[in-house]
């Protein structure tokens, strides 16, 4: 596109990106790479990451969520070492779940599942599977009635219900079937039954080089302190583009003139002052209710963007006197006796995030909304709490606990209600229609459950849409065909255009 002039984080741009996340610092690496100036705005006050970012707390280092670096998109790869190139290590992949006081490997190992479960239950097991293969129901709306004609009720009922509920805050039969086909529609039932029962033999292995066929992901790279430091370092290539990551500004309002065809972006920061920013473009990873609200004029389409749901979440930090508690990355606590839904080991994601080696550090994470009883719990009455579910499911006793903290995520995560998908699409074609400059990325920006690569695929897209002066691909059709088990090897796919689901180039108009 030529020369373009040097970004001023208060004046005219030619992008300007709302939220400093794994889309919104892809988008603003790439433009940079390219010439364009731009001004990222990100309303924390210290950390850029967005859900991937790592927070520090007395030298101990807290990834929020857990996020494996794996991708079969090469551009994506690609992308991870050259912003970091120095600093991926290795990591094992190991995770299991805890069900009645017993933990599964997960994905599932074939005679340890059957031994757990007992003869009577895995017979139930079967034949609950076997009766949703011959009688399937015919209506699938929920989430409920997609996993149940899957796996059959009693599966359902075990591996599935108890944890889902827990991390929606809903009834499975209220969500859209919608989640299930695009986070679980890869894995079969049959499929895991085999994969496990070879391992459990130790089958699993190719003849003549006694290497393990990659079935399902064994392990993974990831940033030696943390995902943070990706993104960080993403931020930190941007300022040395020229172009500007303000922190701790809140979007306020987005206008658009229809005489120049350009943005006015307004950022208020927690003092109350107020920037503004003019650009010809504006990508948000904002969330798609939040950006509605802030469009001016409104949309007509606001009542559906109020409509849209996310469901919140909070991990509490427990220091524990061990030298370690338990090998996995995490735990899933399918368990309706404790509130907490997941346990992270940090030392199992990198030894670097635990300064101690005679301290284990493990984040219980909890499920919640803005404002209910958890999120609004104090620090010390969730630490308490934590602790005492860590004793209650065996992971270690309430006296090793010598330390804790918190730490909240608003919007971590886009609900899948019956009427999410109707109210994306109508604000989405309104954005398309009325502000083809608009561009929404990334997991809250489109309302999509996206994994970190989905979301900088998006990113990646649409700075080639840029680019090109046109809309070149269909962003939306990103991630609509993904695998959600990490399967095959990393990379291994070349093209942008062939990658879990992302879409071929458009024809020229």
Known sequence: MGQHQMANPVGTVDVAIIGAGPAGLTAAYLLGKAGYSVTVIEKDPRYVGGISRTVEHEGFRFDIGGHRFFSRSKEVVDLWNEILPDDFIERPRMSRIYYEGKFYSYPLRAFEALWNLGVLRSALCMASFAKARLMPAKSVKSFEDWTVNAFGWKLYSIFFKTYTEKVWGMPCDEMSADWAAQRIKGLSLWGAVVDGLKRSLGLNKRPNDGMAVKTLLESFRYPRLGPGMMWEAARDHVVAHGNHVLMDHKLKQLAFNDVTQQWTMTA??????????????????????????????????????????????????????????????????????????????????????????????????????????????????????????????????AEQVVGGTVVRQEKAYPVYDEDYAANVEVLRQEIEARYPMLHCVGRNGMHRYNNQDHAMMTAMLTVRNIEAGARVYDIWAVNEDAEYHESGNEGERAALASVRGVPERLKAA
């Open 268 to 397: 208020t920061d927690s003092e109350g002052a107020q920037v503004a920013i003019k650009a010809a473009h504006v990508i948000s990873s904002a969330p798609m209710r939040e950006l509605a609200s802030r469009l001016h004029p409104l949309p007509t389409a606001l009542p559906e963007a109020a409509n849209l749901k996310y469901r919140d979440f909070l991990t509490v930090a427990l220091m524990i006197r061990s030298p370690d508690l338990f090998p996995d990355n995490w735990i899933y606590i399918h368990d309706s006796k404790v509130k907490v839904g997941r346990v992270q080991n940090f030392r199992s994601w990198s030894p670097e995030m635990v300064p101690d080696p005679d301290l284990a550090c493990v984040g219980l994470e909890y499920f919640c909304f803005e404002g209910d009883g958890l999120w609004s719990a104090s620090d010390d009455e969730l630490v308490a709490l934590a602790t005492k579910e860590m004793a209650q499911l065996g992971l270690c006793a």
